[in-house]
């Protein structure tokens, strides 16, 4: 999961030992880091783009000289972005080349010839998928099968497999199997019923 893995990256730790074991879960800011080491160190530090470590807080994290989040997943357009704490603000455009840009822009700033750390949180490839219009169309001529365990979903909690089908379905490039519909409208209600709004989306039945 992207948290966890997150925080891993932070403190070297597995998720077991950092405690971050979800998407939901704030980042245990006494924990030590590698920019709270490099910062301490007298590196200039810097983190643009997802965190998603506490699915509503946007506020500077430990380590970070400067800080540029959103409030939980964040969109692929036209995301809104909280600038170092201050007042939050829409930056339009794909959300993978406008941290890219803010991430080259701070580069650019002057620091004063000190050392410097800069974390990169990009949103892509996170699902669901949706691709800069320029490249929307890049790979149509590559066939990349599902493996077999992609849909075996069905032991998971029942807002997971409701978030995953309502949003896989929307990309309209599959049909959910009967074997698979069927166990998930009875865990996930909501999807018992054809909805027209999601593309590709099949008409569960009992």
């Known amino acids: 999961m992207c948290s966890p893995s997150r925080a891993s990256i932070l403190t070297g730790l597995y998720a077991h030992a950092h405690g971050v074991l979800d998407n939901f879960t704030e980042y245990p800011e006494e924990l ?43 969109k692929y357009y036209d995301s809104e972005f909280r600038f170092h704490g201050g007042p939050r603000r829409v930056v339009p455009g794909y959300y993978t080349t406008v941290v890219t840009d803010m991430a080259l822009e701070w580069l650019r700033r002057p620091k004063g010839g000190k050392p410097w750390a800069l974390i990169l949180g990009h ?61 998930l409208a009875r865990r996930c209600p909501g999807f018992r019923r054809h909805d027209p709004g999601l593309l590709g989306h099949y008409p569960f039945s009992r």
Do not use: C
């Not at 880091?33 to 643009?48: F, M, S, V």
């Not at 219009?133 to 979903?153: L, R």
């Open 32 to 74: 030590p880091t590698w920019p709270k080491a490099l910062r301490a160190a007298g590196y200039t530090t810097a983190y643009i783009g997802k965190y998603h470590m506490g699915e509503e807080n946007d506020d500077v994290r430990g380590g970070f000289d400067y800080f540029v989040t959103h409030r939980g997943q964040g």
């Open 123 to 183: 949103k892509a490839a996170h699902s669901f998928y949706y691709p800069e219009p320029k490249f929307a169309h890049a790979f149509d001529h590559v066939n990349v099968p599902y493996p077999a365990s992609a849909f075996q979903i069905a032991d998971n909690d029942a807002w997971y497999a409701s978030g995953w089908i309502r949003g896989t379905a929307s990309t309209g490039r599959f049909r959910l199997p009967q074997e698979l519909a069927r166990p």
